[in-house]
C-alpha cells in the first residue's frame, strides 16, 4: 500500500513558510503530488491520498477512475509517533469546526487531539462538530432573518460572488460567537471568513509546523 501527500495550494499560498516545513517532513515518508487538480498520474486501488484541505478531498474523491483512498492529514498526524509537536503552554483558542466536514466526525477528534499535543486550551463553541455553519464565504446560515431578506435580494448568487460589504457583514456575524480572542482554523476558507469578519484566526497546520507568531 502506498500513501501520497497531495499539498493544498490554498495554503501554499497562504503561509508559505508552514506549508514548505511540512512538506519537507512528509516528503520523507512518502512521495509527494502536484495540484489535485492538475495531477494526471494513475494510482492504484491501494493508494491513499492524504490531505488536509476540504476542496482537495472533493476534487480526489471524484477522480473515480484512480479509485484512490482518501486520509486526513490531522487523522494521520495524531497516530505518528515521530511528529515534534511544539508548546504553546495553554494557548486558549476557540475552534471554528468546518461545515464541509460534518460527515467525517473522526476529523473533529483529531483537530482537538492535536490541540491537546501543543498544549493547546480548547473552548467549544455552541455550533461546534456536526453543528457547525460556516466554511467561510462558501456558507452560512440561512435560518437568520437578516440573511433571509439578504437572499431574497440576491436570489440564486452564491455567497462568495455577493459584494464584499456584505460578504464581511455576514463574517463579522460569526466572529461575533467568538468567546477567545483567537480562532483555530483547519480550512483555508474558514481562515479567510474568520479574518474578513474582522477576527483573529489561525490555521492549525501554522500551529503544528511553528511557524505562528
Known sequence: ???????????????????????TYLAAHMPVAGCCRADRASYSADTTALYFCQACRETLEARRENRMKTQNLFVYLDR?????????????????????????????????????KMKVQVVELEENREASVFCGNLHFEPRERANQKLLAKYPDTPLFQLPQEVQ??????????????LALCYCNRCVKGVTAGGGRAVHLMELAMGTYQ
Not at 500500500?1 to 512538506?23: D, W
Not at 486558549?92 to 492535536?114: G, K, T, Y
Not at 464581511?168 to 480572542?181: D, G, I, N, S, W
Open 1 to 23: 500500500m502506498e500513501t501520497v501527500y497531495f499539498p493544498s495550494c490554498n495554503f501554499n499560498i497562504a503561509s508559505p513558510a508552514a506549508a514548505k516545513k511540512l512538506r
Open 168 to 181: 464581511a457583514a455576514l463574517m463579522a456575524e460569526q466572529v461575533r460567537k467568538f468567546t477567545c480572542p
Open 80 to 116: 505518528d509517533r515521530e511528529f515534534a509537536w511544539p508548546d504553546y503552554h495553554g494557548l486558549m483558542v476557540n475552534v471554528q469546526d468546518c461545515w464541509r466536514d460534518r460527515e467525517h466526525p473522526e476529523i473533529f477528534d483529531a483537530v482537538r487531539s492535536l490541540l491537546k
